[in-house]
Each structure stands twice: as C-alpha cells, then as structure tokens.
C-alpha cells in the first residue's frame, strides 16, 4: 500500500525556536496534502490544505503565519511551527491522496511527529 | 452543521469476544464514509471506505455497515485480539464538487484485555 513518511517522527525544542516537519508521499505523487493537529485523547483537527505549486488553505482559526506550509513538489509538503511555544506543543499528521485517485479515494496518513515546547 | 458522533467514547472487552463501535452523521452532501484504527502514537490505519450504495464491507475480522438512510454505521470487530487495541474513528467526506471535505469523529477507545 501507499506510504507517507512524516520526519521527525518526535521533536523538543525551545519555547521561541522553529520547527520544521517533513511530510514525503513515498511511493504516489499527491498534488494535495493534509496537515492536521491531535491533542491527546481527541480526534484529529484539520489545520490546512497543502496544494503543490499554490498556497495552503488555512481552516478557520489556525494562523498561517504561525504555521507555515510549503508543498514544493507533488511528493513533499512541510509544515514549520514559528515561535514555538508550550502551547503548540501537539501530535501533528499529515496525510495524502494519490493524485491519479478521485477526490472520494483513499487517503493516506503518516505516522504523526510529536511536537514538545519546553 | 456537518458532525460525527461515535459510541461509546471507550470500551473495554476481553480477548476473543466480538464488539460493535457506532457512528451516526450528519455530513451533507455525503460522498463516502471511512473507519480508521490508530494505535496509540500513531498515524491512523484505513479499514474501510464505504460508499453511498455500500451496505456492508469487510476487512478481515473487521466488518462495517453503513445506512444512508438512517445515517448509522457499525464497525465490527470479531474475536477481538489484543492487537485491535486502538482508537477507532470514524470520518465522513462530503463532495464539496471539486473537493472533498472530511469532518472526524472523535473516536473510540477500545482496549482488549486478557
């Protein structure tokens, strides 16, 4: 099946500092990639939409200033977390649709990077 | 407003014994629904994806059923195994036209035990 890689798979960094994830579609190429957010013990948050070669679609109440996406290729996407700080500390997923599926086919998730702000 | 309600919230079972998870909608215009297991720290697994016309599917030990009508599924679990410890979530896309929107549930927590 089709993989996603997300790196880090863990991060602790500075309040202040900036953090870079990887999210890589291994084996398809997606035009369209998913960011979301995961506090413990509750489902996923959609943050934005990553579409290759344009701006990211923001959902309503994430700042992107705050959280920067580039999607410079049809298999890499990366979303960096600017000032940090503890509050952001999250599980962070991305996933991806192949692009040659419909829209209604089969989205792949990686396996997350746990962010901690000390 | 589109929503995704999932119950129950937890569930605790033995190995070897069958459970039901539960998930109604109200996501319109709906396009296909989706059941995922995460494993803690983990991304999330696809089980199924069922579409409008799809009444049962299954994976395995894992069997879900959709009704469009009543806007209900159930995911199945057969002869439960400790490895099925998980959340299980449910997500329903709406086909916005050009593309589609998922709204999550928020899951089920289920622990098998010996």
């Known amino acids: 099946g089709a993989v996603v890689s997300q790196h880090p798979s863990w991060v602790i960094c500075k309040s202040g500092t900036s953090v870079k994830i990887e999210c890589r579609s291994l084996d398809f190429q997606a035009t369209t990639m998913f960011w979301y957010r995961q506090f413990p013990k509750q489902s996923l948050m959609l943050m934005a939409t990553?579409?290759?070669?344009?701006?990211?679609?923001?959902e309503q109440g994430v700042e992107k200033d705050k959280f920067l996406i580039n999607h410079a290729s049809l298999t890499l996407s990366t979303l960096t977390v600017t000032s940090a700080h503890p509050e952001d500390s999250s599980f962070y997923i991305c996933?991806?649709?192949?692009?040659?599926?419909?829209?209604?086919?089969?989205?792949?998730f990686g396996e997350g990077s746990r962010l901690t702000v000390l | 407003k589109n929503q995704v309600e999932q119950s129950p919230q937890s569930l605790i079972i033995l190995e070897g014994k069958n459970c039901t998870l539960q998930c109604n909608y109200t996501v319109s215009p709906f396009s296909n629904l989706r059941w995922y297991k995460q494993d803690t720290g983990r991304g999330p697994v696809s089980l199924t994806i069922?579409?409008?016309?799809?009444n049962t599917k299954s994976n395995g030990r894992y069997t879900a059923t959709l009704d469009a009508d009543t806007k209900q599924s159930s995911l199945h679990i057969t002869a439960s195994q400790l490895s099925d410890s998980a959340s299980y979530i449910c997500?329903?896309?709406?086909?916005?036209?050009?593309?589609?929107?998922?709204?999550f549930g928020t899951g089920t927590r289920l622990q098998v035990t010996l």
């Open positions: 990553s579409n290759e070669g344009s701006k990211a679609t923001y």
């Open positions: 996933s991806a649709r192949d692009r040659r599926g419909p829209n209604t086919g089969e989205l792949f």
């Open positions: 069922m579409t409008f016309s799809e």
């Open positions: 997500v329903v896309s709406a086909d916005t036209g050009t593309a589609s929107k998922l709204t």
